[in-house]
């Protein structure tokens, strides 16, 4: 009976062992399977990451170009817009705030373009604070001083490159984009100076109100962190800005960016006067020396320059943007006729450094002849 009573007791241990070292090989194979699954899914997880790291890098390296423009502008700010779909290799994205008859007119020319060129675009009515609408419209010219407000009107963009409707690029639109990059934690805004030469310089002579540096800022070409901007209260700042000063402004929204920014200079990063080269520019002599060294990228046709004989290098320039047609060859149907143009203004004061236009575009030409 003992040895049987033995027997089994052995025997028992023997299955107690026996499952001990099953449960225990299962569980350590199970531990080995949720740590590849674990693994595995830290894996997605970091990919999954990278894929949306890479996407908000690339959503970074897009492009959104806004512009306001009311009254006779279609044709200019058409004209604008594919100056910059015409030499850009980034996804476009533009926004044209409008009075609500240029809409389908602006829709219409748009979609026909995008059907060529893979760009995205969006056209919204004018919004301007309740209080005193009519007095912001007619601020300065017709519509201009949308601009201040852009920050609460496209409530969802984080940044855009604003410019006037009388601009055109000559050179890629990232170049200028390229600055959000260069602007430190506290700019919100990047600009040009108003003038390089205090002696022409408008505010340090005339201004009755203060305004940004020794002479002033342009706003016809200007970066926007909306972001930045909303955080500092930017609409709200505008205000009282525009109740106080309104007696002594003479330029509208741009007076008013300069008093902001006079008061808050650390949030403005300054470029340099190629991203928004103007006839005072050139008009009495050249003073854009970034310009001569490396060619001007924007051009802006401020007061007309665009459509009057003031300074045939800037209506020639607009002729030449004006009839190429989408789609054609740059080349041979945008270059050759800009070169010809340019060479019969070569005798005025804008005119004879015709070099400075070409540069960029020559080197874009020529690369995509490549």
């Known amino acids: 009976m003992k040895f049987i009573s033995l027997k089994r007791f052995c025997i028992f241990i023997v299955i107690i062992l026996i499952l001990f070292y099953y449960f ?4 350590f194979n199970s531990k080995v399977h949720e740590d590849e699954e674990e693994e ?18 690339l959503n970074r390296n897009d492009v959104t170009v806004a512009v306001v423009a009311c009254g006779d502008r279609l044709h200019e700010t058409l004209t604008m817009i594919k100056s910059a779909i015409m030499f850009s290799n980034v996804k476009l994205s533009f926004i044209v705030v409008t009075e609500e008859h240029l809409i389908q007119n602006f ?14 675009f969006k056209v919204i009515p004018l919004t301007f604070p309740t209080e005193g609408a ?17 920050p609460s009107v496209l409530k969802d963009i984080d940044s855009i490159l604003y410019v006037d409707t009388d601009v055109l690029f000559l050179t890629p639109v990232e170049d200028v984009w390229k600055y959000f990059t260069n602007m430190n934690s506290s700019q919100m805004a990047a600009l040009a100076p108003e003038h390089e030469d205090p002696n022409a310089g408008w505010y340090n002579r ?38 106080r000063y309104k007696l002594k402004i003479t330029w509208g929204d741009q007076d008013i960016i300069n008093i902001i920014f006079h008061y808050h200079p650390d ?6 006067c190629r991203y928004n080269f103007r006839p005072d520019h050139c008009m009495y002599m ?13 051009l802006h046709g401020s007061r007309g320059f665009f459509h009057s004989g003031k300074q045939p290098v800037f209506q020639s ?28 203004t070569s005798e005025t004061n804008c005119g004879h450094i015709k070099d400075m236009y070409l540069k960029n575009l020559k080197q874009y030409v020529t690369n995509d002849k490549r």
């Open 24 to 27: 225990r090989f299962n569980l």
């Open 40 to 57: 595995e899914t830290t894996n997605n997880i970091i990919n999954e990451y990278s894929i949306t790291l890479g996407n908000s890098n």
């Open 107 to 120: 829709n219409e020319k748009l979609s026909e373009w995008k059907v060529i060129i893979n760009f995205s």
């Open 134 to 150: 009519k007095e912001w419209q007619k601020l300065f010219k017709p519509c201009a001083s949308q601009r201040l407000f852009l």
């Open 206 to 243: 005339f201004a009755k109100h203060p305004y940004y540096g020794k002479l002033g800022v342009n706003s016809g070409v200007m970066l926007m962190n909306l972001t930045k901007m909303r955080d500092f209260l930017w609409v709200e700042y505008v205000i009282p800005v525009y109740k």
């Open 267 to 272: 949030k403005l990063y300054v470029y340099s």
């Open 286 to 298: 050249s003073v854009c020396k970034s310009a001569e060294k490396e060619g001007v990228a924007v």
């Open 317 to 344: 320039i607009y002729r030449a943007f004006e009839e190429f047609q989408i789609g054609m060859d740059i080349y041979h149907d945008f270059y050759q006729s800009l070169e010809t143009y340019l060479e019969l």
